[in-house]
T-cell receptor, first 112, second 113 residues
Framework: DAGITQSPRYKITETGRQVTLMCHQT?????MFWYRQDLGHGLRLIYY???????DKGEVPDGYVVSRSKTENFPLTLESATRSQTSVYFC???????????FGAGTRLSVL | GENVEQHPSTLSVQEGDSAVIKCTYS??????FPWYKQELGKRPQLIID?????GEKKDQRIAVTLNKTAKHFSLHITETQPEDSAVYFC????????????FGKGTKLSVIP
């Protein structure tokens, strides 16, 4: 678990501002994911990436942008934050050999 | 796409009793079903999983069963303890090149001492 880290852990921003959430993993896993967690909705997939420079939309991609220039990093950007994006965001990476998805500690984002 | 339904959303049991959480899935191609435990303020962590070629798997007090025909799988916790209190998520995985997990909405388990 220590191999995947998210920053910041907590963030408060205002409506309309751009925010970037960082995710870094040390395992060199090919697959990485971004989820948001909201009460009553569980974990919903925002975007995922199969490798560097390969990304694809998940269930709730609107308002978010991702990039993956290096295997170890998978930042998530809210281009113009809205109150509905207040949530806890989890990054995850996937170990193919064991078929296990590991989660980062999460970022709690509040949009005022 | 895949849809995973999880029940119940909340569950309270007395310490020492058993707890059962049930999930159904829609995609017959799904072949891997993990369960995650999330304690308050923490990240989800894998506690047990089952593959489609197996009907049951046990790990100490935790077991998971899978019925492929009915497309449902269940988590069973026996001899519950207060430290079992958490939110539990089931998930399904169909592979198909994206390695996405589809999660249920979670079950908040409270074990009453």
């Amino acid at each position: 678990d220590a191999g995947i880290t998210q920053s910041p852990r907590y963030k408060i921003t205002e409506t309309g501002r751009q925010v970037t959430l960082m995710c870094h993993q040390t395992w060199s896993h090919s697959y990485m994911f971004w989820y948001r967690q909201d009460l009553g909705h569980g974990l919903r997939l925002i975007y995922y990436s199969a490798a560097a420079d390969i990304t694809d939309k998940g269930e709730v991609p609107d308002g978010y942008v991702v990039s993956r220039s290096k295997t170890e990093n998978f930042p998530l950007t809210l281009e113009s934050a809205t109150r509905s994006q207040t949530s806890v965001y989890f990054c995850a990476s996937y170990e193919l050999a064991k078929n296990i998805q590991y989660f980062g500690a999460g970022t709690r984002l509040s949009v005022l | 796409g895949e849809n995973v339904e999880q029940h119940p959303s909340t569950l309270s049991v007395q310490e020492g009793d058993s707890a059962v959480i049930k999930c159904t899935y829609s995609d017959s191609a799904s072949n891997y079903f993990p369960w995650y435990k999330q304690e308050l303020g923490k990240r989800p962590q894998l506690i047990i999983d089952i593959r489609s070629n197996v009907g049951e798997k046990k790990d100490q007090r935790i077991a998971v069963t899978l019925n492929k025909t009915a497309k449902h799988f269940s988590l069973h916790i026996t001899e519950t303890q207060p430290e079992d209190s958490a939110v539990y998520f089931c998930a399904s995985f169909s592979g198909a090149g994206s390695y996405q997990l589809t999660f249920g909405k979670g079950t908040k388990l409270s074990v009453i001492p």
